[in-house]
């Protein structure tokens, strides 16, 4: 397994290289945004480890230009540890956000977990809710064969609405099995994620897919 780490602080750096590296990956450092940006888009990594606090490209801008084409899951690593950062950091389309200082085993456990989510799928390769199909390999969506580009979040979001259609989901349920975190009900990270996937798969269509249960949480069925 391959992991960047984008990271403008010298010793952060090399403390992270050196633990992951014993923990048995492969990892590259970049020093900073520009450079970071860089590696991303011309090599192959199953994981980026994100800083924001960077000159010249903070993290923020990184993962935006990272864009939806990007597959590689994200994990920032930052000081910035108020809620709105946090769900700003998620918003922009990242695994996960672990506030800086913090424990190496916690940020290997947030590793293996990210990476577990990505590995190959042995059943239910393709998945559809009514005009919507998810080839889950090729992590490609289409609906009424029009192609829609998710970030990884939201795909994730996604596949675990169609995978559990019918089902009336809590947020709870949803920020435990997509972000692996407790809910906080002052947090909104999970409507805004299902806001942002709903203006994708929902609003261009006649159709919707997702349904708010009021008081509750959320629901997958297409009604025809």
């Not at 389309?93 to 190496?104: C, W």
Request: proline share 3%; aromatic share 6%; glycine share 8%.
């Amino acid at each position: 397994m391959r992991i960047l780490v984008i990271e403008d602080e010298a010793k952060t750096g090399e403390y992270l290289h050196n633990g992951l590296t014993e923990a048995g990956y492969v990892v590259d450092v970049a020093a900073n945004g520009i450079d970071g940006l860089h590696l991303a888009n011309e090599m192959q990594y199953d994981l980026i480890l994100l800083d924001v606090m960077m000159p010249e490209m903070n993290g923020w801008t990184v993962m935006q230009k990272l864009g939806a084409r990007s597959k590689t899951p994200v994990l920032f690593l930052s000081a910035r540890g108020t809620l709105e950062d946090r769900l700003k950091g998620l918003d922009l389309g990242a695994d996960d956000y672990l506030v800086k200082p913090f424990s190496f085993a916690e940020l290997l456990a947030r590793i293996r977990i990210i990476l577990r989510r990505g590995q190959p799928q042995t059943q239910d390769e393709v998945l559809e809710a009514g005009d919507l199909r998810i080839d889950v390999p090729k992590r490609r969506v289409e609906r009424g064969g029009t192609r829609i580009t998710l970030t990884n979040k939201e795909f994730n979001l996604l596949l675990f609405f169609v995978q559990h259609q019918g089902q009336v989901l809590s947020r709870a349920l949803i920020a435990s099995r997509v972000w692996d975190m407790n809910f906080d009900s002052d947090s909104n990270v999970v409507d805004v994620a299902v806001r942002r996937l709903r203006q994708k798969i929902d609003d261009p269509f006649a159709v919707r897919l997702i349904h708010t249960v009021h008081g509750v949480g959320y629901r997958c069925e297409h009604e025809a």
